[in-house]
Antibody
Framework: EMQLLESGGDLVQPGGSLRLSCETS????????MSWVRQAPGKGLEWVST????????HYGDSVRGRFTVSRDNTKNTLFLQVNSLRVDDTAMYYC???????????????WGQGTLVTVSS | DIQMTQSPSIVSASVGDRVTISCRAS??????LAWYQQRPGKAPKLLIS???SLGGGVPSRFSGSGSGTEFTLTISSLQPEDFATYYC?????????FGQGTKVEIK
């Protein structure tokens, strides 16, 4: 059974930083691109970032490019999202999700974690 | 950037009803469209990829159609567990833009 478990969300002041983690199991992690998707309270889904299985290719949404950095540790089956220069409008539930196709880059997301909440407020 | 627009924003329906949700892309995305279901307080779940391919374990009452810029999700006979919010998502580009969502609520 595939499992994805996010952690690292917290209450942080504007301008602050956090490192989100997503521990995975139940599939060959290194063969799959992984994505982060966020959802502001009461709002819709927003794709944030995708990283290839090797970690060499990374894509970011316009609203986070230059502030967020995605990475992965294939020896620990873990995905990360470093979030810097946080703004109030970054407040959201952050989900990690697995890309469906092995070695695929396009974000068809067939397995999701339960999310970790980031709240940015002074 | 590709924009995805869903309609309607809210659907009020009863158990057994046929429900149709539309999704329009701002430019052609061929068949590179997915649908997700999100129940309250839960993570999204992939229902359909490549416009019409059902995800694993997804009931056959769900179906998808369309191409280019116009797409449709149909629930042939609404069940109690189907009351949720549905999102379309393009993946013609790496950005995976979602629509704003359609909430299916009890009439």
């Amino acid at each position: 059974e595939m499992q994805l478990l996010e952690s690292g969300g917290d209450l942080v002041q504007p301008g602050g930083s956090l490192r989100l983690s997503c521990e995975t199991s139940g599939f060959t992690f290194s063969r799959h691109s992984m994505s982060w998707v966020r959802q502001a309270p009461g709002k819709g889904l927003e794709w944030v970032s995708t990283i290839s299985g090797s970690g060499r290719t990374k894509h970011y949404g316009d609203s986070v490019r230059g502030r967020f950095t995605v990475s992965r540790d294939n020896t620990k089956n873990t995905l990360f999202l470093q979030v810097n220069s946080l703004r109030v409008d970054d407040t959201a539930m952050y989900y990690c999700a697995k890309v469906q196709d092995e070695y695929g880059d396009y974000p068809i997301l067939d397995s999701w974690g339960q999310g970790t909440l980031v709240t940015v407020s002074s | 950037d590709i924009q995805m627009t869903q309609s309607p924003s809210i659907v009020s329906a009863s158990v057994g009803d046929r429900v149709t949700i539309s999704c329009r892309a701002s430019q052609s995305i061929s068949s590179w469209l997915a649908w997700y279901q999100q129940r309250p307080g839960k993570a999204p779940k992939l229902l359909i990829s490549k416009t019409s391919s059902l995800g694993g374990g997804v009931p056959s009452r769900f179906s998808g159609s369309g191409s280019g810029t116009e797409f449709t999700l149909t629930i042939s006979s609404l069940q109690p567990e189907d009351f949720a919010t549905y999102y379309c998502q393009e993946y013609d580009t790496y950005s995976g833009t979602f629509g704003q969502g359609t909430k299916v609520e009890i009439k």
